[in-house]
């Protein structure tokens, strides 16, 4: 991102004087996909590509958007921010996030804002979580909140959760919030408890496939596996008490699973209980180099994620399989919410070529699709940058 040319762009919007620039990265999940709103494990890392506001103060009672993404521009009353944009524009994750500040006693200013973002939309790489932070980290340097990364975390949530309308986990803006360049984290998403675990890939590297087979969240089935995970939990309640289906492993859902009696619901529980046991699994692989060994819990992530989720697809069925039959690929898996979207996989340098060649060969000769691929480098969580 040219954050010079950006910064022209905002005068040229705005008019001259004093600016601030603010930054948050999207993320990659390695393993641990639909658990973290399970109270799971989740082991996502941030990323280098993220989303940019300039902005600043601007003394009136109204908040004036632009981005360099989208067209729209739009201007808001502060006294109208918790009201939802009508066409369910990209300005309603940061009117969201605002709406919190309000809703914590916070006298939202008028401002000027031009956003500018280099992840791709709607594909599974927490383009909304991004915004949604890069704000929260404005507002909160703008409104002397004092606000922690973490409790920012909590308000993204509550405005993609309250405003958006996506019953989402705290993964993306957790991600995004407390990412640090070269780790991964290892969070419990019912505790909070994490781990930044240094991310050594040695020959190795991360890429990201996007499918570029858009998904909207909202739209999408998201919600719905959240309602089933419920029905899960109830069920086994009828036998155990708990609160979460990470509040059980895989052994004790053998005995609990005949308390599941609808199979889709049962299929649902399993992958969330064994996609958990994953992540416990994954991370000493990644601690002691085995990466081998970690790639092949991703391939098991993803197969999971297809037949007992079904949050795949065919786009991310073949973008996976064609991944794993290049000599050089140890792991391939879809990651995000699905449905579209991403894939990670891991791939030795010397065929990290030949992997986006012939991927992207086959994976248009069977969608009719042209994929983008990402080298992956992670980088540090939401902060102001100037
Ligand atoms: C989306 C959600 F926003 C996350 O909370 C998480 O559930 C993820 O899908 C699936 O692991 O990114």
Redesign the pocket.
């Known amino acids: 991102m040219d954050i010079n040319q950006l910064k022209q762009q905002f005068i040229g919007l705005y008019g001259d004087g004093e600016l601030q620039v603010f930054f948050s990265p999207g993320r990659v999940?390695l393993i641990?996909?639909?658990?973290?709103?399970n109270g799971g494990y989740?082991f996502p890392c941030a990323l280098s590509f993220g989303t940019y506001i300039v902005s600043r103060l601007n003394g009136s009672d109204e908040i004036r958007f632009a981005s360099t993404n989208f067209d729209l521009k739009v201007n808001v009353k502060t006294e109208k921010i918790s009201q939802k944009h009508p066409d369910g524009a990209w300005v309603n994750y940061p009117l969201g996030v605002m709406k919190e500040f309000a809703d914590k006693g916070v006298r939202v200013a008028g401002m000027d804002i031009l956003v500018s973002g280099n992840i791709p939309n709607g594909a599974?790489l927490?383009s909304?979580?991004s915004l949604e932070l890069v704000t929260a980290v404005m507002c909160n340097e703008y409104f002397k909140t004092g606000f922690t990364n973490l409790e920012l975390a909590w308000m993204g949530?509550a405005a993609?959760n309250n405003f958006v309308g996506?019953n989402?986990?705290?993964?993306?803006?957790f991600a995004v919030a407390m990412g640090q360049k070269d780790h991964a984290m290892a969070l419990k998403c019912d505790t909070m408890v994490y781990e930044q675990v240094p991310v050594a890939l040695g020959d190795y590297r991360i890429v990201i496939a996007n499918t570029n087979k858009r998904r909207g969240?909202a739209d999408s089935k998201?919600n719905e596996r959240v309602a089933e995970c419920k029905k899960a939990v109830e069920a086994i309640s009828t036998v155990k008490s708990i609160q979460f289906l990470g509040d059980i492993n895989l052994s004790e859902f053998e005995t609990l699973q005949a308390s599941i009696h609808d199979q889709t619901v049962l299929r649902r529980a399993r992958h969330v209980i064994s996609e958990n046991q994953r992540v416990v699994d994954a991370i000493p692989h990644l601690k002691a180099g085995d990466l081998k060994a970690f790639g092949q819990l991703m391939n098991l992530s993803h197969d999971s994620l297809a037949a007992d989720y079904e949050?795949t697809g065919v786009e991310l069925d073949a973008m996976v399989s064609l991944a794993r039959s290049v000599e050089g690929v140890i792991g391939s898996r879809m990651t995000?919410?699905?449905f579209g979207g991403c894939t990670v996989s891991l791939v030795h340098k010397d065929a990290v070529e030949r992997f986006m060649k012939e991927v992207a060969a086959g994976y248009t000769a069977k969608t009719g699709l042209v994929p983008d691929f990402y080298v992956a480098e992670t980088g540090d969580g939401a902060r102001r940058l100037m």
Do not use: M, P, R, W
Not at 32 to 37: A, I, L, V
């Open positions: 999940n641990g996909e639909h658990t973290d709103y989740v599974g927490s909304s979580a949530k993609e996506v989402c986990g705290i993964l993306d803006q969240l998201y949050v995000g919410a699905g």
